[in-house]
C-alpha cells in the first residue's frame, strides 16, 4: 500500500458531502484525488463524470469509495474490483443480498480490500453497550426508530424505488447496530410493511425477531415522525435497563448516562478502511441486509395513503 492511500470517491451527494470529505482530510493516511459524480463537482480535486472516466484516468488510485444510492452499487464496485481497486462501500452495501456475495467473490479473485461499512455501528456508545451485553443473559430487545423523512431525505427520489430500502434506509442502521452488538444469530419470525400506494418502497414497518437462544426482539421502523425523533434501542437483561439512544451516540444503563468513549463514526470507519488495506482483509458482514430481505421476503404488505414529498 502507497502512503497515503490515494483515493476516488463515486457519488458527490449528502452523505460524501458531510461525512466522507471531512473523515477523508483529517486522516493523514488517506488522500482524496478524485471524484466522479454526474451532476456535481468537488473542490480542489480532479472531477469526471463517471466511474469509468475516473478509472482509466486515474490508473495510480489506491481505492474507490462508494456513497452512491445502493441501486447504482454493484457495477461501480465490480468496475473498481476488476481495475484492481480497493472498495469501501457506504451502507448498504448493495440492492440485493446475492449482488454483495457476488462483490466478495470478485474481491477475492482479485485480491483487494472490499469493506461493508455500517457507520452507526461506530457511534460512541456501541462499543461499551456489546461489553455489558456480553456479561448478561439478555431477556428482550426493543427497537424504535422513528424519524421525519421530510426532513431526513427531501426530493430523494432513489430511496422510494426498488431497491432503495424505503425506511429500512434508516432501519438498517438500527439492524446494523443489533446484529454487531449481539453475538447470537438472529432471524427474522414476521413483518409487517406499509407502502404508500404511489411508491415502491414501505414508509413504516414492524418486525418480531429472535436470537438462535429465543430472546425476543422487535423493531418498529416509521418516516411518518413528526416533532422528536426516535433512534433507541433498549435492551433489557432481567431487572437491568440499558438503553444506547440517538442512534448509539447516548447510553443509560439502569437510569445512569454514561459518558461516550469512541471517536466519531466516519473517522472511525477511515481507520478501519487503511487498517483492512494494509492487512490485506475485507469486511462485509451481510447480517442487517438480510433481515431486510427476509422482511421483504416474508413480510405481508399493506397499502397506505400516498405520499408526496
Ligand atoms: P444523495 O444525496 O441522493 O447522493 C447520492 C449521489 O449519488 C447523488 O448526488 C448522485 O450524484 C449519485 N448517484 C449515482 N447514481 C445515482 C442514482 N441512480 N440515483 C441517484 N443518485 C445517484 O444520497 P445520500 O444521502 O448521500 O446517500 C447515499 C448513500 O449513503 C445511501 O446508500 C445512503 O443509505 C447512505 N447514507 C446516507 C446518509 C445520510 O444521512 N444522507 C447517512 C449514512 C449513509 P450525481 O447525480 O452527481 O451522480
New binding site residues.
Given amino acids: 500500500m502507497s502512503t497515503p492511500l490515494t483515493v476516488g470517491l463515486?457519488?458527490?451527494?449528502?452523505?460524501?458531502?458531510?461525512?466522507h470529505v471531512p473523515a477523508i482530510a483529517a486522516n493523514a493516511d488517506v488522500q482524496l484525488v478524485a471524484v466522479?459524480?454526474?451532476?456535481?463537482r468537488a473542490e480542489g480535486v480532479r472531477n469526471y463524470?463517471?466511474i469509468d472516466a475516473m478509472l482509466a484516468a486515474e490508473p495510480a488510485l489506491d481505492a474507490v469509495i462508494l456513497?452512491?444510492?445502493?441501486?447504482?452499487?454493484y457495477a461501480?464496485a465490480r468496475a473498481a474490483i476488476l481495475a484492481g481497486k480497493h472498495v469501501f462501500m457506504?451502507?448498504?452495501p448493495g440492492a440485493t443480498v446475492s449482488e454483495v456475495e457476488a462483490l466478495v467473490s470478485l474481491a477475492r479473485a482479485a485480491n483487494v480490500t472490499l469493506f461493508a461499512s455500517w457507520?452507526s455501528r461506530y457511534a460512541s456508545c456501541v462499543a461499551r453497550a456489546r461489553r455489558w451485553i456480553a456479561e448478561r443473559d439478555l431477556t428482550r430487545i426493543d427497537i424504535v426508530w422513528k424519524e421525519d423523512v421530510r426532513h431526513?431525505?427531501p426530493?430523494?427520489?432513489?430511496?422510494w424505488e426498488p431497491g432503495g430500502?424505503g425506511v429500512f434506509?434508516?432501519g438498517?442502521?438500527a439492524l446494523s447496530i443489533l446484529t454487531g452488538i449481539v453475538v447470537d444469530p438472529i432471524r427474522l419470525l414476521s413483518a409487517e410493511l406499509e407502502t404508500p400506494a404511489n411508491r415502491q418502497a414501505p414508509i413504516a414497518a414492524r418486525l418480531a425477531m429472535a436470537t438462535a437462544h429465543g430472546i425476543p426482539i422487535t423493531a418498529e421502523f416509521d418516516w411518518r415522525q413528526t416533532g422528536p425523533q426516535s433512534w433507541d434501542i433498549v435492551v433489557e437483561a432481567g431487572a437491568e435497563l440499558l438503553c444506547l439512544g440517538h442512534g448509539g451516540n447516548s447510553l443509560t444503563i439502569d437510569g445512569v448516562t454514561q459518558a461516550p468513549e469512541a471517536e466519531s463514526e466516519y473517522p472511525a470507519l477511515y481507520a478501519h478502511f487503511v487498517s483492512l488495506v494494509q492487512a490485506g482483509e475485507s469486511d462485509v458482514d451481510l447480517s442487517p441486509i438480510r433481515l431486510v430481505a427476509d422482511a421483504f421476503l416474508s413480510g405481508h404488505n399493506h397499502t397506505t395513503e400516498l405520499f408526496e414529498d
Avoid: L, M, T
Fill in positions: 463515486v457519488g458527490y451527494g449528502k452523505i460524501a458531502h458531510d461525512q466522479a459524480s454526474r451532476n456535481s463524470s463517471d456513497c452512491q444510492p445502493p441501486q447504482a452499487r461501480a457506504e451502507k448498504p457507520h431526513w431525505h426530493g430523494q427520489a432513489w430511496i430500502f434506509d434508516p438498517i442502521n
